[in-house]
């Protein structure tokens, strides 16, 4: 009899062990998963002890650099196993989450950077702040810009020209913060009142605050300027909020400046990141129009379209101003007495009103061709087509790039970023 308890009570250890073991996350799996979960973690020491930290980091911006995310992520990924608490490698994962659109991944890598390091490093504050709306949205960044005036305190020979809206990754690594870094933050905050929290007391004063106060720390920044440009055009101030967006565009539009620039120039702007977001290009062209500058409008436009021929909006926009423009050109034709102008200014209103036609067209068709759903765009293309006499006509083999049957609505760079 006491042999047998004896026996019992070793096989109870046994069993203990072996819940023990699944404590390490082997209880439960299949033969398969054990292996496979074995395999994992003899991979990560070997990776360990094969490569260091900053190699895999280098690969890993090697493949964002080359838009290979995927890669980019394993990389990543394995420093992280090598160094679960590095923030700087979390930042970065979070990142290429970011870039693949996986939100969900994303945020969590960065609060697991925040509940490591709360009051260190703005960047990943300014993430979660991109990826949140609303109030939340708020807290996020206001943290992060308190981080990041901490930071300037600490080091106030940074300067505006030291700064970039949009960091290095080896910059990001050290975190240190400029002005234009404040400048751009607070945009953000003005953003949000302006849209998110348009409807809530006190969000205009709010955000023209957010606006003074980034305009502070950057004073021609374009994007803090086109902000204000659009708060003063909301509250019916045109006249000053012309002149915020005239000085706006003119730091980055070449058209606008005193000189032709060089190609050096040019190359040494693009370098600089001057030149806003596609998207907030086309609030400058709707501004332009609203403040009735069509022919800056018109540059502007143009530049997108050279840019990406694939937008239905910018389409739009461009047969819209040649409209606009048609019809001033007529009525100041109305009021000019003089007969040897008036042949000029036919051919001028032919002119507009053949682009006009032939813009909206094209928006019409590609609005078709990309399912877009902006109904009262749509309404608008058409009954300004139908005053200017219908669609044009595309002749029998001139390609059409808006509505090429072989069109595909993405880059090349998007197919390969997908292949890999």
Same mark, same amino acid.
């Given at each position: 009899?006491?042999?047998?308890?004896?026996?019992?009570?070793?096989?109870?250890?046994?069993?203990?062990? +072996?819940?023990?073991?699944?404590?390490?996350?082997?209880?439960?799996?299949?033969?398969?998963?054990?292996?496979?979960?074995?395999?994992?973690?003899?991979?990560?020491?070997? !990776?360990?002890?094969?490569?260091?930290?900053?190699?895999?980091?280098?690969? #890993?911006?090697?493949?964002?650099?080359?838009?290979?995310?995927?890669?980019?992520?394993?990389?990543?990924?394995?420093?992280?196993?090598?160094?679960?608490?590095?923030?700087? !490698?979390?930042?970065?994962?979070?990142?290429?989450?970011?870039?693949?659109?996986?939100?969900?991944?994303?945020?969590?890598?960065?609060?697991?950077?925040?509940?490591?390091?709360?009051?260190?490093?703005?960047?990943?504050? %300014?993430?979660?702040?991109?990826?949140?709306?609303?109030?939340?949205?708020?807290?996020?960044?206001?943290?992060?810009?308190?981080?990041?005036?901490?930071?300037?305190?600490?080091?106030?020979?940074? !300067?505006?020209?030291?700064?970039?809206?949009?960091?290095?990754?080896?910059?990001?690594?050290?975190?240190?913060?400029?002005?234009?870094?404040?400048?751009?933050?607070?945009?953000?905050?003005?953003?949000?009142?302006?849209?998110?929290?348009? %409807?809530?007391?006190?969000?205009?004063?709010?955000?023209?605050?957010?606006?003074?106060?980034?305009?502070?720390?950057?004073?021609?920044?374009?994007?803090?300027?086109?902000?204000?440009?659009?708060?003063?055009?909301?509250?019916?101030?045109?006249?000053?909020?012309?002149?915020?967006?005239?000085?706006?565009?003119?730091?980055?539009?070449?058209?606008?400046?005193?000189?032709?620039?060089?190609?050096?120039?040019?190359?040494?702007?693009?370098?600089?990141?001057?030149?806003?977001?596609?998207?907030?290009?086309? #609030?400058?062209?709707?501004? +332009?129009?609203?403040?009735?500058?069509?022919?800056?409008?018109?540059?502007?436009?143009?530049? +997108?379209?050279?840019?990406?021929?694939?937008?239905?909006?910018?389409?739009?926009?461009?047969?819209?101003?040649?409209?606009?423009?048609?019809?001033?050109?007529?009525?100041?034709?109305?009021?000019?007495?003089?007969?040897?102008?008036?042949?000029?200014?036919?051919?001028?209103?032919?002119?507009?009103?053949?682009?006009?036609?032939?813009? +909206?067209?094209?928006?019409?068709?590609?609005?078709?061709?990309?399912?877009?759903?902006?109904?009262?765009?749509?309404?608008?293309?058409?009954?300004?087509?139908?005053?200017?006499?219908?669609?044009?006509?595309?002749?029998?083999?001139?390609?059409?790039?808006?509505?090429?049957?072989?069109?595909?609505?993405?880059?090349?760079?998007?197919?390969?970023?997908?292949?890999?």
């Amino acid at each position: 009899m006491g042999g047998q308890a004896k026996a019992k009570k070793k096989s109870k250890v046994k069993r203990k062990d +072996l819940r023990s073991n699944g404590a390490s996350g082997l209880a439960g799996l299949s033969p398969q998963e054990r292996m496979k979960l074995k395999m994992q973690e003899k991979a990560k020491k070997k !990776t360990a002890e094969k490569y260091t930290v900053e190699q895999l980091l280098e690969k #890993t911006e090697e493949c964002m650099d080359s838009l290979e995310f995927e890669m980019a992520g394993r990389f990543c990924q394995r420093a992280l196993d090598v160094e679960p608490d590095n923030l700087f !490698t979390l930042d970065l994962l979070g990142h290429i989450h970011s870039e693949r659109g996986d939100i969900t991944k994303a945020t969590e890598v960065f609060l697991r950077a925040v509940a490591l390091s709360p009051d260190e490093g703005y960047s990943k504050y %300014m993430s979660l702040g991109q990826m949140n709306t609303g109030r939340e949205a708020i807290q996020y960044y206001t943290k992060g810009i308190q981080i990041l005036l901490r930071t300037l305190e600490k080091n106030p020979s940074t !300067t505006v020209e030291a700064g970039a809206a949009h960091p290095s990754l080896q910059d990001t690594r050290s975190e240190n913060p400029t002005a234009t870094d404040v400048c751009v933050a607070y945009c953000s905050v003005a953003e949000i009142y302006f849209t998110d929290l348009c %409807m809530e007391d006190g969000a205009g004063d709010q955000c023209r605050e957010a606006i003074e106060k980034a305009l502070s720390y950057h004073p021609d920044n374009p994007e803090a300027l086109q902000l204000m440009a659009s708060y003063l055009f909301s509250t019916e101030k045109n006249q000053e909020g012309r002149e915020y967006l005239m000085r706006s565009v003119s730091a980055w539009l070449p058209a606008l400046s005193d000189a032709p620039p060089s190609k050096q120039d040019m190359e040494d702007q693009q370098t600089e990141n001057d030149i806003p977001p596609y998207e907030s290009r086309i #609030t400058t062209a709707k501004l +332009l129009i609203e403040a009735e500058e069509y022919e800056t409008a018109v540059d502007v436009l143009e530049g +997108l379209l050279e840019e990406d021929d694939e937008v239905v909006q910018v389409w739009y926009l461009s047969g819209w101003v040649c409209y606009l423009q048609m019809e001033r050109a007529k009525e100041e034709s109305a009021k000019e007495e003089q007969e040897e102008t008036f042949e000029g200014q036919q051919e001028e209103n032919e002119a507009l009103k053949e682009a006009a036609r032939s813009y +909206l067209t094209r928006a019409k068709k590609l609005y078709g061709k990309l399912c877009c759903d902006d109904g009262p765009m749509l309404e608008h293309v058409e009954q300004l087509l139908g005053d200017l006499g219908g669609e044009t006509e595309v002749e029998e083999g001139e390609a059409d790039p808006a509505v090429d049957e072989d069109f595909v609505p993405s880059s090349d760079e998007e197919e390969d970023a997908m292949e890999h």
